[in-house]
């Protein structure tokens, strides 16, 4: 409940982070980030431990929440999905790590909604590297070309990340899906523009 919410559910097409994936992204229907990312959220230090520490268990207990704000105030986009699709990890990342963190918040999501969560759909290539040293310039020059759809996925989708900064991958990612695909957009959290 210390989790500060963003509200987008409200009105997707028009919040921060529709407006940072928009103008690359032509098939983007709405974005929903749960809640913001910043410092004092209980949200930082859970991002951490999933993606770090082997506890990917609390960001599918924060995609259940943000799954049932969502449905609670906005049930008529979640009945219009076919599936959830997690944004993949390298096979690398995937072996050390021992699993997808973005799957781990489809599946919360998923277990709310009802709907099935596609693991096999999508590929990330193997050279992947961290993007956290890297400013929003190289971020995005550096996920041209990284994704890969592999499988045919159903329209509309929604894709599943746990956290949105400048968008590089997610645009990336979203860019390689089919043109004709209308997509969504949920994200666990979402960090603030520096202005």
Known sequence: MALPQTHFWI???NNEGYFRLAPHVPTLQGVIS???YVAGSPLRSWVQAAKYHGRPQLLYAAARYMGAL???KNDSLVRGLKALLPIPI?????????YNQAEWAARGLAEVWGLPVLTKHWQRRPSSDSQLARDRAERWR???AEFLCIRPVPSPIGVVDDVLT???????????????MQVWVF???ITQRRR
């Open 166 to 180: 400048t968008g590089a991958t997610l645009a990336a990612a979203l860019n390689s899906l089919p043109s004709t």
């Open 90 to 98: 390298s096979s690398l990342r995937r072996r050390k790590r021992g």
């Open 34 to 36: 749960g809640f913001w």
């Open 187 to 189: 994200t666990i959290g």
């Open 142 to 144: 550096a996920m041209e």
């Open 70 to 72: 969502i449905r609670d």
């Open 11 to 13: 009105d997707p097409q």
